[in-house]
């Protein structure tokens, strides 16, 4: 007897049933589905009929070529805010096509009839981009017979990847059912989304292909098909304030490659501005208070100051170590390993060293940011895994608990960093920081950079048996304050909607705007580059 998943796979391989079904129950009516692009359906008209007149004589820019662009975006979030962007760069002139793959749960297997509808929903609700963006949906399009090795080595990692984030932890046991479960489902739907987009790429050639994140899920499999025909790709994401995008040319976002910024940028000299600007941020992040445009809060207790925290903490007159944990399952983690196989492993060898080392504190903090993601697994359970009864010298301070990072830098010795930023702001104030993991500001002139667990711990015993000597110079003081001016000022564009208060945003910059003079005084530069022209700065 077919259950009912059973019979909606039924249906769903049934010619013309999961239209019929949709066309008379579902169509028009209000959507129980968390896959819901309803309010795009009602607003993209709209948006269309406000910039005809631009669609129908684009925007052209007679100092670079049109271009022929994939962009492709899956979850309904992204593509609601895709949507938007193929639309203002068909105003510039671009001939876009928006290959879409309709699904909310990436980690569960949906039946083929949900699925089916949820194509059809989402081309209804993309039909008015028809006469100037193409659509495509990725489930409809022919796969190509077979992959070469390099993908499928491609498809293994970003699907282990995937594993590690949607279970937020990084230990994947294929000997688990729930954890092989979703592995294969991962590997099944990375294999699928890879020879459709390399069928599509290879019969179409697109000149550049846009897609958000790059790292993981399918984002991931079409930026590494993208390259694997090297074809230029262009990554995006966003950070914490709104009217700033994240952009990488030929890379994954996620994996923060700033070497050009460092080519083009961090040789050249601050200024006074410069500086207050940097401080009144770190100011902001030190009093747990937001800053710019945006809402985040990076602490939640204002700083104390350092003798009200050591002696909070119970610090004694013995060196500070300060380990700073980033958020597990985050996907700016992932891939981000050197030596240790992973940053559990690192935390774990490294409280085990630091438990027969009595001579100084060792102090270790989980990001505040667990708070948000109360699912994934604790870097404080990792701690007390290593060492069930933490001695006196090494101090566990929970993300919860009322105390200020900054703080902690003030009193810290030497930093101990993964890949958080913390690590670039304890060198901002003269700490030696050993970094050991593949973050965007190793190898800046700044920090210490092991590259095996002996250079680890042989950096570890050099640095603790000479302290003082091990100050930065004020020289990689100003370097480690240069890069994260730019890091922080320059590396982000203005872009005028992010992903989180996409609809806000839009009321704020309705595309008509965004494509006026006004709009493309700020952000046409932005538009250019994620359409594949190189970086520049005004």
């Not at 699907?159 to 949607?166: N, R």
């Not at 230990?171 to 991962?186: F, I, P, Q, S, T």
């Not at 609809?503 to 006004?518: A, G, H, T, Y």
Request: net charge neutral.
């Amino acid at each position: 007897m077919l259950n009912k998943n059973s019979l909606r796979n039924f249906l769903g391989e049934l010619p013309l049933a999961a239209e019929l079904d949709y066309t008379l129950r579902q169509k028009g009516r209000a959507r129980k589905d968390h896959y819901n692009l309803a309010r795009l359906h009602r607003s993209l008209p709209r948006d269309v009929e406000r910039i005809k007149p631009i669609l129908q004589h684009p925007i052209l820019d007679t100092q670079h070529a049109t271009k022929n662009i994939l962009f492709f975006a899956t979850l309904h979030y992204w593509i609601e805010q895709a949507a938007h962007v193929s639309l203002a760069l068909a105003g510039l002139g671009h001939k876009v096509t928006l290959l879409t793959l309709p699904y909310a749960e990436w980690h569960k297997e949906k039946d083929k009839l949900t699925q089916k509808q949820r194509a059809l929903h989402t081309r209804d609700a993309l039909s008015a981009l028809s006469t100037f963006v193409h659509h495509a949906s990725l489930p409809d399009l022919q796969p190509a017979p077979d992959l070469p090795a390099s993908l499928h080595a491609d498809i293994a990692e970003v699907s282990l990847w995937d594993a590690q984030y949607t279970l937020m932890r990084e230990e994947v046991d294929l000997n688990d059912k729930g954890d092989k479960a979703l592995h294969d489902l991962r590997l099944k739907r990375n294999t699928f989304a890879a020879r459709a987009a390399l069928a599509w790429m290879q019969k179409h050639r697109p000149d550049v292909v846009l897609v958000p994140n790059g790292l993981i899920l399918e984002m991931g499999i079409v930026f590494r098909v993208a390259r694997y025909l090297n074809i230029p790709a262009v990554t995006f994401e966003f950070n914490d304030q709104r009217e700033q995008i994240w952009l990488a040319q030929n890379t994954s976002i996620m994996q923060q490659d700033t070497d050009y910024l460092v080519r083009e940028r961090c040789s050249l000299p601050m200024t006074d501005e410069m500086y207050q600007r940097l401080a009144d941020l770190e100011n902001a992040r030190r009093g747990a208070r937001v800053w710019g445009k945006s809402k985040r809060l990076w602490q939640y207790v204002s700083s104390q100051g350092a003798e009200a925290t050591r002696k909070a903490l119970g610090l004694d007159d013995r060196p500070v170590v300060l380990l700073a944990a980033n958020v597990l399952g985050d996907s700016l983690t992932l891939g981000r390993n050197i030596f240790a196989s992973s940053m559990s492993e690192w935390i774990t060898k490294t409280v085990q060293y630091f438990a027969a080392r009595s001579d100084v504190q060792l102090v270790i903090r989980v990001h505040p940011g667990e708070k948000l993601v109360p699912q994934a697994k604790s870097m404080g359970t990792v701690v007390r895994e290593a060492l069930p009864h933490l001695p006196p010298h090494i101090h566990l301070i929970g993300a919860l608990d009322p105390v200020n990072t900054y703080d902690l830098i003030e009193i810290a010795s030497l930093g101990l960093a993964y890949t958080t930023t913390v690590g670039v702001e304890t060198a901002m104030n003269g700490v030696p920081v050993i970094v050991c993991g593949r973050t965007h500001y190793r190898g800046r002139g700044f920090t210490l950079d092991p590259n095996t667990w002996d250079e680890y711990f042989a950096t570890l015993e050099r640095v603790l048996f000479d302290l003082p000597a091990h100050r930065l110079t004020d020289e990689q003081t100003a370097k480690a304050w240069n890069y994260a001016y730019r890091f922080f000022f320059e590396y982000p564009r203005p872009f005028p909607w992010r992903l989180m208060n996409f609809w806000d945003d839009l009321d704020v910059w309705p595309l008509e705007k965004v494509l006026s003079d006004e709009g493309m005084s700020q952000f046409g530069d932005t538009f250019k580059f994620l359409v594949g022209e190189p970086f520049t700065w005004k």
